[in-house]
């Protein structure tokens, strides 16, 4: 076969010989020597002309299968599947839920990360089952694996590394490990690390909106306890010590309910897109001044709220997602806390 001729297999290299067929035959690709539907050699006689055994031709097979680069058909052989799609890096991006600002991190990460790379985004919906298959799935199909490690209960509360998941996690490679969002103090710089520090960030947030704050006599924030997607209760942490410290009369709500009692001098920290809805809508209704009579913050900022007037604060998503690419690129290692701002705005 005219693959045969093209495949370079090295006694001399440290790269494992399956990997060396995966790399030929994805190169062949790149370079048209091998196109779409073209049959490539069978298991048996790639083993028999490279005097490689069996097994190690069926694992670099095995894995080539795996990321659809090539596809068996019963009693005819193995065939070249995808040529398009063909990189030098390919990236499984395991994300929790697929909100408009974790968007925002994937869509700058694939404009930083180039050309030459694929990327594949799945959501897992905070759930550790889909997870768990999921990285079980594609464990061997990937050369980098981003996560945003954010996770449920039974009883709906957030938590950030189940058992399961930690010891999932923990033998993905380091070198191929990228942690987005959410850290874990365990895992060592041989790892990349971009994160938030949730109950840092609200506080050091807070603290530089602390003038215009204590203009208002109350201040609340609208925590959902249960959410399909839970919050960090760091958040929580951050805020009440904040209040603690600056002596400010606080209170934590669940939800903005229908006909809320809101009085002037109320100021709101909102984390639901519902809430914050539900919460101007009624501040409107009850003919209220907002930015004046009633303030509104925003947790994780969005173009929409910008063009509102929302004030927010926020972490830098572009921040996060350029960071990730560049550290790939560069082949860095560590932890990198991304930047937490407070963005004042009409509303408060």
């Known amino acids: 076969m005219d693959l045969i001729k093209y495949i370079k297999i090295s006694e001399n290299s440290r790269v494992p010989k399956y990997q060396q067929i995966i790399d030929s035959i ?40 795996e990321r659809n680069i090539i596809t068996s058909i019963r009693g005819k052989g193995f065939y070249i599947s995808r040529t398009k799609l063909i990189s030098k890096v390919n990236i ?22 180039g050309a030459n790379s694929h990327t594949d985004l799945h959501i897992y919906h905070c759930d550790e089952t889909l997870f768990l298959n999921l990285l079980d799935k594609n464990k061997a199909a990937y050369d980098y694996f981003i996560i945003m490690p954010h996770f449920k209960t039974e009883n709906l509360k957030h938590q950030s590394f189940p058992d399961k998941v930690l010891k999932a996690v923990n033998d993905i490679p380091k070198e191929k490990l990228i942690l987005l969002d959410n850290s874990k103090p365990i895992f060592s710089n041989q790892t990349i690390e ?53 002596k400010l009369d606080f209170e934590i709500l669940n939800e903005i309910y229908d006909d809320m009692i809101l009085k002037k001098g109320d100021v709101f920290i909102t984390i639901e897109e519902a809430d914050l809805v539900s919460l101007v809508k009624q501040v409107r209704e009850d003919e209220f001044k907002l930015g004046e009579d009633i303030g509104i ?52």
């Open 26 to 65: 994805i190169h062949n690709i790149s370079e048209g020597n091998l196109t779409m539907d073209q049959k490539i050699p069978s298991i048996n006689m790639f083993s028999e002309e490279f005097y490689l055994s069996r097994d190690t031709v069926e694992k670099a097979y095995s894995i080539l299968k």
């Open 194 to 246: 971009i994160y938030q520090d949730f109950e840092n960030d609200i506080y050091s947030a807070l603290k530089a909106g602390l003038e215009k704050i204590k203009t208002y006599k109350k201040i609340m924030l609208v925590y959902p306890e249960k959410s399909v997607y839970p919050y960090p209760k760091r958040i929580l942490h951050g805020f009440r010590k904040f209040c603690v410290e600056y």
């Open 297 to 348: 913050i925003s947790y994780n900022d969005t173009p929409l709220k910008e063009l509102l007037g929302i004030s927010a604060m926020s972490t830098d998503f572009k921040v996060m997602g350029e960071t990730a690419a560049k550290m790939i690129l560069n082949k860095s290692k560590g932890k990198v806390k991304v930047p937490f701002n407070f963005i004042e705005r009409n509303s408060l």
């Open 92 to 113: 499984l991006f395991l994300v929790n839920k697929l909100s408009s600002y974790k968007l925002r991190t994937y869509n700058h990460f694939i404009n930083s990360i």
